[in-house]
């Protein structure tokens, strides 16, 4: 069962633009949604991370939107830079963190110049 | 300040083979999680280690088993290696489970 669904898998957006990564969840006792960005041959880097008592946190041109009852929530990154291509990863962790983090399947981003 | 390492960077061993990963967190984290990362499932989460002691474990065949030293750097061992083990495995360090996590680069691990 895939507790964390990831869309669009793919997206290509032109420099300059906003590129939105989009996560819905299922399992109402996760309390921690961060967002890794991966390189080619290295390890998942975390970018931001927002908990549900918060609808909105903003670090530099990463944002990130979270909408409780929904049970959604995206990332956006505005004025996207060549260098932010790459695969995003939102995950969930349920309070405690004792059964680590749940991924999505990821989010292959390529920016045009 | 380091970041977390894992050694070896990459790996190939023959079906049946055993093998063992390392990893050294960040000086001053004490909880170590590894997971698996390949194509077709994503990354999946492996176990988790606290003070020498494994907090929890995902859903993994006994094949696969890990534990954590008083410095806090931690091993996992794969044993009677398939070829379905052929993944990246990636190690991540945290102060505690309530913080963000670092990751290591990963050791890639081909089977053949």
């Known amino acids: 069962q895939q507790q964390v669904k990831q869309s669009p898998q793919s997206l290509i957006v032109q420099k300059g633009g906003i590129s939105i990564i989009n996560c819905a969840y299922e399992n109402t006792a996760f309390d921690y949604f961060p967002w890794y960005q991966q390189f080619p041959g290295k390890g998942p880097a975390l970018l931001i991370a927002i908990r549900p008592d918060v609808s909105e946190k903003k670090e530099g041109r990463f944002t990130i939107s979270f909408n409780k009852s929904a049970k959604q929530f995206s990332l956006h990154i505005m004025d996207s830079q060549p260098g932010d291509s790459a695969t995003y990863f939102c995950a969930a962790r349920i309070g405690g963190g004792a059964d680590g983090l749940t991924f999505g399947k990821g989010t292959h981003l390529i920016i045009q110049p | 300040k380091a970041g977390v390492t894992q050694t070896p960077r990459y790996l190939i061993k023959t079906r049946g083979q055993q093998v063992t990963l390392s990893c050294s967190p960040i000086?001053?984290?004490?909880?170590v999680s590894w997971y698996q990362q390949t194509p077709g499932q994503g990354l999946q989460f492996l176990f988790e280690?606290?003070?020498?002691?494994?907090?929890n474990k995902g859903n993994f065949p006994g094949r696969f088993s890990g534990r954590q030293f008083s410095n806090s750097r931690s091993e996992m061992n794969v044993s009677t290696l398939e070829l379905g083990d052929s993944a990246l495995y990636l190690c991540a360090s945290s102060v505690d489970r309530h913080y963000g996590y670092t990751f290591g680069s990963g050791t890639r691990l081909t089977v053949v």
């Open positions: 280690y606290f003070s020498e002691t494994q907090r």
């Open positions: 000086s001053g984290h004490r909880s």
